[in-house]
């Protein structure tokens, strides 16, 4: 038995919303990449959503948008998986680190406010991560960033269904735009798929002109007197991040799933809390004013015994990981000398993430639970 940190969960009626798609006249670019859309603005109480066949896809168009290029430079967090930083690259901007809160692994605003204080150079975009499904602290986060003009982008590939004070992730109440992923491991599912929202009518027009070839039938973009119907204009350089029909079916059959599954997931969280408060360990903190979508559950073991639990966890079939090493450690950013963060390595140092998935049975939970126990008192 394996019991995996996360997988997806796909019924009758997602596989019977995909074959439905498969035998419409249109498989890409038809209408139900459209009603997504909706579905996903409307779930997040946002303006517009443009989909994409990716987060990294979400990621780099929402950085295109907002003019990102050569010349201009990204911050972003650490202790996240390397698109939220990669995306900067592609535009050929450089990119830096603000570190992290280390009890919560989210960008710290202290950190963010005393290095804007001594930065001698200002990103032109802050990219935020709501790591394991919590949000950060965007209040101070957006005051900060906004009041010195740094366009703000949430990269929320953990956080869809997340709540932070009044606001719904992804309505974009303190950000410029919000990007979630579609991968299985994420709270829903399109195979891969990723989604911009915004409530910027000019934002999302530049996201769907990057997210398909920068070629647009806008009359209201196009440069030329259209030669016909048949003209469209390439205005500059985009890629093809469209997501296909077939892929938005299971999309918006998954969405109506998921407030069932984040409930399920803080239900798993909260037997966690329970049974693991007394074992010295510590245990993932979400602050009262939020609602965590709960992607995954980190706990924080001695640094000197970490690797010793995670492979006695894995030789007994849990399938535990670590979120994130941080991405100034990976060959290919190390090799642009950066100095290591404190609270990014704090939290490195000691992070485990167990299992924590809707489609776990309460027992497989338990077995958990009792596995980690053993782990935790043996020879300490
Ligand atoms: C999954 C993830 C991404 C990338 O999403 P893909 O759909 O796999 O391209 C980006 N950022 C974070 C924080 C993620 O977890």
Redesign the pocket.
């Known amino acids: 038995m394996t019991i995996p940190y996360g997988r997806q969960q796909i019924d009758s009626d997602d596989i019977n919303a995909v074959i439905e798609a498969l035998k419409s006249p249109l498989i890409t670019q038809g209408p139900l990449v459209t009603s997504f859309e909706k579905d996903v603005a409307a779930y997040c109480c946002a303006r517009h959503a443009v989909a994409v066949n990716?987060?990294?896809?979400a990621?780099h168009v929402a950085c295109l948008a907002l003019g990102l290029g050569k010349g201009d430079l990204v911050w972003t967090t650490p202790i996240?998986?390397v698109?939220?930083a990669n995306c900067a690259r592609y535009c050929g901007a450089e990119v830096d680190f603000v570190d992290v809160d280390s009890d919560t692994g989210n960008m710290s605003a202290a950190a963010l406010e005393s290095k804007l204080s001594t930065a001698c150079r200002l990103p032109k975009i802050l990219i935020v991560?709501h790591l394991a499904g919590t949000p950060a602290d965007m209040e101070k986060i957006h005051a900060l960033a906004s009041s010195r003009g740094i366009k703000i982008i949430e990269?929320a590939?953990?956080a869809l269904g997340a709540r932070y004070k009044d606001s719904v992730t992804g309505d974009c109440s303190y950000c410029d735009a919000t990007?979630f992923?579609?991968?299985p491991?994420?709270a829903i599912t399109t195979g891969?798929?990723?989604m911009v929202t915004t409530n910027d009518h000019e934002l999302e027009k530049r996201c769907r002109l990057y997210a398909s070839h920068g070629v647009t039938r806008d009359p209201e973009l196009m440069e030329r007197k259209p030669d016909g119907d048949w003209a469209y204009d390439q205005i500059d350089l985009g890629f093809n991040y469209r997501m296909p029909d077939i892929n938005a079916a299971l999309g918006i059959s998954q969405l109506k799933k998921l407030d069932g599954w984040i409930a399920k997931r803080n239900e798993y969280a909260a037997l966690y809390d329970e049974a693991l408060k007394n074992l010295g360990i510590g245990l993932p903190a979400v602050a009262k004013d939020r609602l965590s979508a709960r992607h995954i559950y980190v706990i924080r073991v001695p640094a000197d015994r970490r690797k010793k639990i995670f492979d006695g966890l894995r030789k007994q079939g849990i399938w535990c990981n670590v979120h994130y090493a941080p991405v100034y450690r990976q060959p290919y950013y190390a090799a642009m000398g950066y100095a290591p963060l404190d609270g990014a390595e704090e939290y490195y140092a000691s992070a485990i993430t167990i299992p924590l998935c809707p489609s776990l049975e309460a027992e497989e939970i338990e077995f958990v639970i009792q596995t980690l126990k053993k782990e935790i008192s043996a020879d300490n």
Do not use: M, N
């Open positions: 990716s987060g990294t896809a990621l996240t998986f698109a939220s991560v990269d590939c953990h990007v992923s579609f991968h491991v994420k891969e798929g990723g």
